[in-house]
């Protein structure tokens, strides 16, 4: 069933359900009101028969008692040796009431006429106590009742014509929204274009809160898809470019460069170099596509000590001279150890590639632990500085080519800093040099290191 006519059958029954308790407690309270007010006033004529009878002396009690026959009633009584003389009663009454009644006063049905009636002590001719029951026909406050009861049901009838208006109305206003979103939904399953659901910009209720965040998440999924589509595009550029260098020079190899020594050996050079150019390559993609997955081993280290081994490991990696300058003794702080030391030798590669000179690591703490990484190297120009930790972004394709870059290197090193909640930030002026600074804020990790020890 759809969820329209769920909310059009589930609020229909519960108000007519509602109605039907307050048509019912309505006709209770009036029927017990009036059946009661019957009886009180009974019992006033009755006491009022009992003190006449009580108070003159006739031969005839019954003529003082017909003087007190109500309209539609009667008057009977029973003598102190319980003998029930006849009945002095209306013509119109034509049934019988039982011999013996339990309260003394109340209302009876008799043959499915209802009566009110009252019991009372009365001084009969021979001096002993009798009993005199009065009794009314109340057919009439019965007919008034039933009339009240159709009265009641016809309101009912008529108080569900716009309750069932009102919820169809409320099923279209919920359900629309769903039925555009699911509209909407089959729609970009079909063509596989990202849309948007129409969201009225004057509203703040709950159904224009979810349309806005479709519309968001909409937004993203067409921002990421574009991402992923540039991100293949340009590794199967990247791929293409050393895959058509290595068959080039195998079809020259398989031409000629097995009978001239000097052409083999230049493919063999070349491919061997395409060959590692298209490893690095690869291991860029994996790192990149990795880095969502990977888990992350929060915990507190001192930065100098990290640095001072990054640092000998480059000294003695590269015939290059890097420096660690440092007034501090020990800087603590909360990371990964393992991908921080990633990211500082993405760093250091950068900058070696890019520069011929010594290169400083300098590490302070000034309110925040900060590193910064400085080179004197040809530098990058003002307007490319925004540009460059987007990926596959190169500043002189050229220049990429002479170090084997793919763009990939500060892309990569941007993501590891964001995994590991630092800030990471480059400045750089055309041929004197770049620096790119590491900053630790006081409260970086504090979530995730909580987290970890909430387990």
Do not use: C
């Not at 083999?264 to 860029?284: C, G």
Request: glycine share 4%; net charge negative; hydrophobic share 40%.
């Amino acid at each position: 069933m759809k969820l329209k006519n769920k909310i059009h059958i589930s609020s229909t029954l519960l108000m007519l359900v509602i109605l039907l308790i307050l048509a019912f407690v309505i006709y209770f309270s009036f029927s017990r009101l009036t059946y009661s007010t019957e009886v009180e006033q009974l019992q006033t004529e009755t006491n009022a028969l009992v003190a006449k009878f009580n108070n003159t002396e006739t031969e005839d009690p019954s003529t003082v008692l017909r003087a007190y026959v109500p309209v539609n009633g009667l008057v009977k009584v029973t003598t102190a040796d319980g003998q029930q003389l006849a009945p002095i009663q209306s013509p119109t009454v034509t049934v019988k009431l039982p011999d013996k009644l339990e309260e003394l006063s109340g209302t009876i049905n008799v043959e499915g006429e209802r009566f009110a009636y009252v019991k009372a002590p009365i001084i009969w001719t021979d001096g002993q106590v009798a009993e005199v029951t009065v009794a009314q026909s109340m057919q009439e406050t019965t007919k008034n009742l039933e009339t009240l009861r159709l009265v009641l049901v016809a309101v009912t009838l008529l108080a569900m014509i716009p309750v069932i208006i009102s919820s169809v109305v409320l099923g279209r206003i919920v359900t629309r929204p769903i039925t555009n979103l699911t509209t909407t939904m089959t729609r970009i399953q079909r063509n596989g274009n990202f849309e948007k659901l129409p969201v009225a910009s004057n509203s703040h209720d709950e159904l224009t809160e979810m349309g806005n965040t479709f519309n968001e998440m909409m937004d993203l999924l067409e921002e990421n898809y574009s991402k992923q589509e540039e991100f293949v595009s340009n590794a199967s550029h990247e791929l293409k470019t050393p895959l058509t260098v290595i068959g080039s020079y195998a079809k020259l190899l398989q031409r000629q460069g097995m009978h001239d020594e000097k052409i083999a050996e230049e493919s063999l050079i070349a491919i061997r170099a395409e060959t590692d150019r298209m490893k690095v390559l690869i291991e860029q993609l994996l790192h990149i596509a990795r880095r969502s997955e990977s888990q992350m081993e929060w915990i507190t280290v001192n930065v100098v000590d990290i640095l001072a081994q990054t640092v000998t490991a480059m000294n003695t990696s590269y015939d290059r001279e890097f420096e660690l300058i440092t007034a501090e003794q020990s800087l603590p702080v909360v990371t990964d150890v393992s991908k921080f030391k990633q990211l500082l030798y993405i760093l250091l590669d950068n900058a070696r590639k890019y520069s011929a000179n010594k290169i400083e690591v300098i590490a302070q703490k000034n309110g925040d632990t900060v590193i910064q990484i400085r080179d004197t190297g040809i530098g990058i120009p003002k307007d490319a500085v925004p540009f460059v930790f987007e990926r596959f972004y190169r500043v002189d394709k050229a220049r990429n080519r002479e170090t084997g870059g793919f763009g990939l290197g500060l892309s990569l090193a941007k993501q590891l800093a964001d995994s590991l909640k630092i800030e990471i930030s480059l400045e750089s002026i055309e041929q004197l040099g770049t620096t790119v600074t590491i900053t630790f804020s006081e409260n970086s990790n504090v979530a995730d290191v909580h987290l970890k020890q909430e387990g």
